[in-house]
């Protein structure tokens, strides 16, 4: 029993925080909602570099074939830098539904060079990103289709471009269980980055109130704004090990059950420290200038994707046997 | 990353869940903090104690098995999914204890340990005082030096004392240095409650029962050998104790796995009555088995040599509020029955609404949180 990161895990997430801590990351999340694809191409590239593209495609196929204790470490910090693209499409999903239908595809996601987007209703009703998607599919129930975008709809989180989808060619009827892995899978990346900006806005949050003054003395040193703080602290340090426990049963009896406990718990600590975050900066962060609200609206829409805490909820307790 | 199991601890963990099949008593004990139930518990205890699982991380040579922390927790979760009363022994298995065992004299060790492992001697805290609830470095009372016999002098009062109306000797901070500051100049002294010279005062708690005591002090004499660690050194030795009411130590998954099993059934029962209630008895599944797992990840980092540090405060308030969380929905769905006082639900809500106080009330969790985890500036308190 071992209820931590190894060493390398610990370098993997290092070396991402690296990378996209040296990028201009949330210009890239504001160019990228404009339609200025560039340089979060250029991201989308650096990161497959690093492997992260590969985690989820076999090794005898290109990739790294990571555990999904790997997947979550990449995640936590795709979120906490808010890189924008379909990512979890791209990386989670599309390795799973493609396996059986085009094996030649995983060599070219793992690489980065191929861009998969995916709408499943009724949880991800929109794809992400079809305009820049290389491939664009559609999976109802257990029928994947390629298909065909409509005209873009606006997110909340401008940094995600949803799109309908109408059904084009038919691939392939996916086995239950394989349907359920994807969304399993991508309910955990989900989470991963919901973690991953919810520890970011708690360390925006922290260092706002450490240097702002009022009434002559740094906000931080108000006991109000400490406990709200705290309780946030609290919140992620709790949602973790349900995150990496989802991660240890993913493909097991519980994974559903587990997946869902993990994206309950992350929506809820993610968005006590996206309000939080807000009350601490005051007027500053409401303003679209200011790059808090770009994590603001993201945990918003993260929240709600791939099944919202409500779905979620209710697969926890049919896995308990008392729904 | 892994929560697999080896095959010694599954071993171990069956072993005890077999004997506790077999041996724990059918249907609820009296009340913790009353006459009756303190003297089922010390029968509970000694047949604990017989078979080894009074406290399993323990020497051998005191009752115990060298289990590991993983083997504690897992025998912690058969013990309450088994059913088992919380313990009468606790306060001096998980608080005093660890100080025994690290800052003890081996006669200390061989004098108090086996008669705490086997419910002879069940131990009270004795922290607070009137002016000096979670602040505790603000201590009054006194201990005077008296070289004529050897030992020292306890003058004044303490309060809310855990379980000191029917338990046998208590531990607790005197200030042996009144020109020493603040945190300096205090001493921990262990003492029999039916000392000369000590007088008990039961208060009783929202449940009715005497589960705390006022104990004053009229020149209560206690000896050099009942001075734990160096006289004036009491703070560092005590902090190391608040350090495990607040971690791992008094409270251990298991308990909340169990009530959040319970809690599941009374929705199997009730819920088709309650749809609005859903969401509620989710989370508190959803917290009981964050805690377990957040559980395992101390145990991990405990185990690779680390310390629990201000990570307790962030464990004690999750905890306490999942506690109160849990049983406020249980009462929920029990309707208007919820507040008969037969209820056993009732008991545990009841208990639960110490949790926040206690050990550091919450408020004082987020301070050190904040300042501590977080970084924040220190002063501005109460502001």
């Known amino acids: ?323 | 990353m892994n929560l697999d199991f080896t095959e010694g601890e599954l071993a171990f963990r069956d072993e005890a869940r077999e004997w506790l099949r077999e041996h724990v008593p059918a249907g609820p004990m009296p009340p913790l903090d009353t006459a009756e139930g303190f003297a089922a518990r010390r029968e509970w205890e000694a047949t604990l104690a017989a078979a080894r699982w009074s406290v399993v991380a323990w020497p051998e040579k005191y009752h115990g098995r060298d289990a590991s922390m993983v083997e504690w927790v897992l025998f912690e979760e058969e013990y309450y999914r088994s059913g088992a009363p919380v313990r009468a022994a606790q306060n001096g298995i998980s608080l005093l204890a660890p100080i025994i065992f690290e800052h003890g004299t081996p006669e200390q060790q061989d004098r108090y340990l086996p008669a705490m492992a086997d419910g002879t001697e069940i131990w009270a805290q004795a922290w607070s005082e009137p002016e000096a609830g979670s602040d505790l470095a603000s201590i009054r009372s006194t201990a005077t030096r008296d070289e004529a016999r050897g030992g020292w002098l306890l003058n004044g009062q303490k309060t809310w004392s855990s379980r000191a109306a029917f338990a046998d000797r208590a531990f607790g901070l005197f200030r042996s240095d009144p020109t020493a500051e603040r945190h300096r100049g205090l001493t921990y002294f262990l003492f029999p409650l039916d000392a000369e010279g000590l007088s008990i005062r039961p208060i009783a708690q929202l449940d009715g029962h005497p589960g705390f005591a006022e104990l004053f002090f009229d020149d209560v004499f206690v000896p050099d050998a009942d001075v734990l660690g160096a006289p004036g050194d009491g703070w560092r030795v005590a902090m190391s104790t608040a350090g495990n009411e607040r971690g791992l130590s008094l409270r251990s998954p298991g308990r909340f796995c169990a009530a959040a099993d319970r809690l599941l059934a009374l929705w199997r029962e009730r819920g088709a009555g309650h749809p609005h209630l859903r969401d509620r008895v989710v989370d508190a599944w959803l917290a009981a088995q964050a805690y377990r797992l957040y559980t395992w990840g101390t145990v991990t980092r405990l185990a690779a040599g680390g310390d629990v540090g201000a990570h307790g405060s962030v464990n004690k308030l999750f905890w306490s509020q999942l506690d109160v969380g849990l049983h406020e929905v249980a009462l929920d769905l029990l309707g208007p029955e919820s507040e008969l006082r037969d209820e056993p639900w009732l008991d545990g809500y009841l208990f639960s609404l110490s949790g926040p106080i206690y050990a550091g009330t919450n408020e004082i969790q987020r301070n050190i949180v904040a300042e501590r985890l977080l970084g924040l500036p220190k002063g501005g308190r109460g502001r």
Request: glycine share 8%; with cysteine; net charge negative.
């Open chain 1, 1 to 323: 029993m071992k209820f931590a990161l190894n060493d390398e895990q610990r370098d993997f997430a290092k070396s991402l925080d690296d990378l996209l801590g040296a990028a201009d990351v949330p210009a890239a999340a504001r160019a990228w909602g404009e339609g200025d694809h560039a340089a979060g191409r250029k991201l989308w590239t650096r990161l497959a570099d690093l492997g992260v593209h590969g985690l989820c495609v076999p090794e005898d196929a290109g990739g790294l074939g990571a555990t999904p204790v790997d997947v979550v470490v990449a995640f936590e910090q795709l979120g906490r830098h808010l890189v924008p693209g379909p990512h979890v499409e791209s990386i989670v999903v599309a390795p799973v539904v493609l396996a059986a239908v085009d094996p030649g595809a995983l060599e070219r996601l793992a690489s980065g060079e191929l861009v998969v987007t995916l709408a499943a209703p009724p949880h991800t009703p929109y794809a992400l990103d079809a305009d820049i998607a290389d491939l664009v599919l559609l999976l109802d129930g257990g029928t994947l289709c390629t298909a065909t975008a409509g005209a873009l709809h606006r997110s909340v989180d401008t940094a995600r471009r949803l799109f309908p989808v109408t059904a084009a060619e038919h691939l392939a009827t996916l086995p239950e269980d394989t349907v359920a892995a994807a969304f399993d899978a991508a309910a955990l990346a989900c989470s991963a980055q919901l973690l991953g900006a919810g520890e970011r806005l708690l360390a925006e949050a922290v260092e706002y109130a450490k240097t702002r003054r009022q009434f002559g003395r740094a906000i931080g040193e108000f006991q109000a704004l400490k406990h709200a703080l705290a309780d946030v602290r609290v919140g992620l340090d709790f949602a973790r090990p349900l995150l990496y426990g989802a991660a240890l049963s993913l493909g097991s009896a519980d994974s559903a059950r587990d997946t869902s406990a993990a994206k309950v718990a992350a929506a809820d600590a993610a968005y006590r420290a996206a309000r939080t975050a807000l009350q601490v900066h005051g007027a500053i962060g409401y303003t679209l200038e200011h790059d808090l609200g770009l994590w603001i609206t993201k945990v918003r829409a993260l929240v709600s994707a791939w099944g919202t805490p409500s779905v979620h909820r209710t697969r926890v307790l049919a896995a308990l046997g008392t729904a």
